[in-house]
């Protein structure tokens, strides 16, 4: 079966923003690697401890995966986001407290509610930057 995994880039605080994810998704991280583990990197570096990769399995098939972006590539600019992340809920209870969890500190788009597409449905931008999206389909 064919799966797709979300990459965030970020400007330094990915694993910031991943402790955050992982306290309302629970899991453990399967991987964490800084920029000073493959490059060489002294520890007074500003990137070495930066994050290269971080994963979070979230269900079965997803691995929710990001990286700060070096300084030399200059910054993401968090408030142009083209894309969301959908993340399929299996109750209305628990997009609910998806919802709530990880929208807190940020700025919602759509309240949690009925769609005209039969969904239960609401979208945000997190406390980074990040879209989201949160649906349950009782059609599952």
């Not at 880039?9 to 800084?34: D, L, W």
């Not at 628990?94 to 597409?117: H, I, K, R, T």
């Not at 239960?120 to 989201?132: A, P, Q, S, T, V």
């Amino acid at each position: 079966m064919t799966t797709i995994n979300p990459w965030i880039n970020f400007n330094g605080n990915a694993e910031e923003a991943f402790t955050f994810y992982k306290s309302i998704f629970g899991g453990e991280f399967t991987k964490i690697i800084r920029f000073k583990d493959i490059s060489g990197l002294k520890e007074s570096d500003p990137e070495a401890n930066k994050i290269m990769l971080i994963a979070l399995p979230i269900g079965k098939n997803c691995v929710l995966m990001a990286n700060d972006v070096p300084a030399f590539m200059g910054k993401v600019n968090e408030n142009e986001n083209r894309s969301k992340i959908l993340v399929s809920a299996e109750s209305k209870g628990e997009a609910d407290a998806l919802f709530n969890g990880l929208s807190a500190g940020g700025q919602v788009e759509g309240q949690m509610g009925d769609s005209p597409w039969g969904t239960y449905f609401g979208m945000f931008r997190d406390k980074y930057g990040i879209e989201w999206m949160i649906e349950f389909s009782a059609a599952q």
